[in-house]
């Protein structure tokens, strides 16, 4: 896992954690460098990756993991190890992420042209006063942008006693027809199994609103219990040892005939049939 932050000196760089996972042996990762300059971090990476190749384990599929490998040896033989391959391998020219490769990985994600509409804002405010709901879905499933008056809209996938990220063919080729309408052609797949458009202009959110309740996709929880990530289990895969989808729709029905979700607050629950 990698956390970007900077130094004392103001530089960025990278915290290091390794051998976090889920699955049947879930474990916490564990930070193996507080700061790494972001010019390492290629070689840091391939300095752990081999150091796992050398000792990992081959001898059982579920257990080739770094973080079977991290739980045998321990962190400090493991960051020894780390740190020691590292040094061989961290002035290679090659292995160095310098300010020209980031500015051509920063080239492939251009920002859209924008459309101006700070001067249409008021019909949009008045929208908001006028409607407790629109402006409960506002609050609760869009987020700040950098530009002001646009804003970044989550599409919940987790209506009332569905399945979680779940969408039918109809409701993809409209959801399809609105990425083009008012998010430039781009919409994101979030870990959190919703769906995200991330350039809406303030002044159409009103309408996005109104297309997405037809679809049943404008549920206002995200971030709240009923929001619940869920994997397939047993209903669709063969590692799975129980069923989560079923546990998943009965939380959901229950937290939304509760109707107090909102006053309980960001509450995140994550199930898995591991």
Request: proline letters at 4%; aromatic letters at 8%.
């Amino acid at each position: 896992g990698l956390a970007i932050q900077k130094n004392e000196k103001d530089e960025i760089g990278f915290k290091v954690l390794v051998g976090g996972g889920q699955g049947r042996i879930p474990y916490i990762g564990q930070v193996i460098r507080d700061f790494l300059p972001k010019e390492h971090l290629l070689s840091y990476i391939e300095a752990i990756t081999r150091v796992y190749n050398q000792l990992g384990r081959r001898d059982n599929i579920h257990k080739a993991r770094i973080k079977i490998l991290l739980a045998e040896v321990g962190l400090e033989k493991f960051s020894t190890l780390v740190e020691k391959e590292w040094n061989h391998i961290k002035n290679n020219e090659k292995l160095k992420l310098t300010d020209d490769e980031i500015k051509k990985f920063k080239s492939f994600f251009l920002d859209p042209k924008y459309k101006e509409s700070k001067d249409l804002e008021t019909r949009f405010t008045q929208k908001l006063k006028e409607n407790p709901d629109f402006s409960e879905w506002y609050h609760l499933n869009t987020r700040s942008h950098k530009k002001d008056d646009h804003r970044i809209v989550i599409l919940s996938l987790k209506p009332k006693g569905q399945p979680p990220g779940d969408l039918n063919a109809e409701q993809m080729r409209t959801v399809a027809d609105m990425t083009k309408k008012y998010s430039h052609d781009e919409i994101r797949v979030t870990h959190e199994q919703n769906l995200v458009f991330p350039y809406t202009r303030k002044v159409d959110l009103y309408q996005i609103w109104e297309e997405l309740k037809k679809l049943n996709l404008a549920t206002t929880n995200i971030e709240l219990a009923s929001d619940i990530i869920c994997c397939p289990g047993m209903d669709f895969c063969a590692l799975a040892t129980a069923r989560s989808i079923p546990v998943a729709q009965q939380l959901s029905n229950y937290f939304h005939e509760l109707k107090s979700e909102k006053n309980i607050g960001n509450l995140r629950i994550k199930i898995s049939g591991c």
